[in-house]
């Protein structure tokens, strides 16, 4: 049995994001204000797109506009970003992965299996259900957290990680 | 000291090759995956392996890896802060567990440790 309700996982995936940006790349910043949205927005950027399932279904998406992701990945490599570019794609990935992986406790536990990451490039990206949307203000700029994500009602709780990390 | 460092991102394994230069960890040999891994450790002799705990077949790497080797520090960086995690890495051989992310710092801290452990066992 599932009930149609978003845990409040956008806010430890923010939180997530801030932690590795500040370990892995010594950028700071702080989370913005969630908001409902049912679509994400990817514009002229890239998204990460990761697929739950188990005792949590549904998708986290972490959305970069292209001149936060640039500056980011400048940061992450050290070398001038190419845009689309095989190496730009694993450093998105690498870094998306790891904010998921730190939040891993949010969004479902040992009984939530994650995917790998997709990038999407452009566009916009459907969950089918509600999701929230919370921006991250960065010094590289601000991107974007976003979650549509169902639970089963028969899942106790929340408390422990598994799974890729 | 010659490095085994395996991680199937090579973004992440160019910001752990940055932080292992100042160490004067620069033998290193890149794996992006278990068997190439696994290739890398019978094609020559390791003193240190860095392993990225999410990689498909980490832990089966980490047995295979300290089968070779008895004496060799293993270094698992792992987003996953589960206890049960943690047991069976160190179950599988695994000499110190860094979460991901780190600081340059940290990681820099700990492979100095593990360096030290090591050169005073040699």
Redesign the interface.
């Known amino acids: 049995m599932t009930q149609s309700v978003t845990p409040p996982a956008h806010t430890p995936l923010a939180h997530s994001a801030l932690?590795?940006l500040?370990?892995?790349l010594?950028e700071h910043g702080e989370p913005g204000v969630p908001e409902v949205c049912d679509r994400l927005e990817v514009g002229d950027g890239v998204a990460a797109v990761f697929e739950l399932w188990g005792s949590a279904n549904g998708i986290v998406g972490v959305c970069f506009p292209r001149d936060a992701a640039e500056h980011i990945i400048q940061l992450?490599?050290?070398q001038p970003p190419a845009f689309g570019a095989p190496?730009f794609d694993?450093?998105i990935?690498?870094?998306a992965?790891?904010i998921v992986?730190?939040a891993?406790d949010a969004i479902g536990g040992?009984d939530t299996g994650v995917s790998r990451p997709r990038l999407v490039y452009e566009g916009s990206l459907d969950a089918g259900a509600p999701g929230v949307c919370v921006p991250v203000w960065t010094e590289s700029g601000t991107f974007f957290i976003w979650t549509a994500i169902t639970v089963s009602a028969a899942t106790p709780d929340n408390t422990?990680?598994?799974?890729?990390? | 000291m010659r490095t085994l460092l395996v991680d199937d991102s090579r973004t992440m394994r160019g910001i752990i090759r940055s932080i292992m230069t100042p160490l004067r960890l620069d033998e290193v040999e890149e794996a992006e995956d278990a068997p190439e891994a696994i290739a890398a450790l019978d094609a020559t002799t390791t003193d240190l392996a860095i392993i990225d705990g999410g990689l498909d077949g980490a832990l089966d790497l980490v047995r295979e890896a300290r089968r070779r080797n008895a004496h060799m520090p293993i270094v698992m960086l792992c987003a996953d802060t589960g206890a049960d995690r943690i047991r069976a890495a160190r179950a599988a051989g695994v000499t110190r567990y860094v979460v991901k992310p780190f600081t340059p710092d940290i990681l820099s801290q700990h492979l100095d440790e593990v360096i030290d452990g090591a050169t005073s066992r040699a």
């Open positions: 932690r590795v500040d370990a892995m010594q992450a490599t050290g190496s694993d450093a990935a690498e870094i992965d790891t992986a730190g891993r040992p422990t990680t598994g799974g890729r990390a």
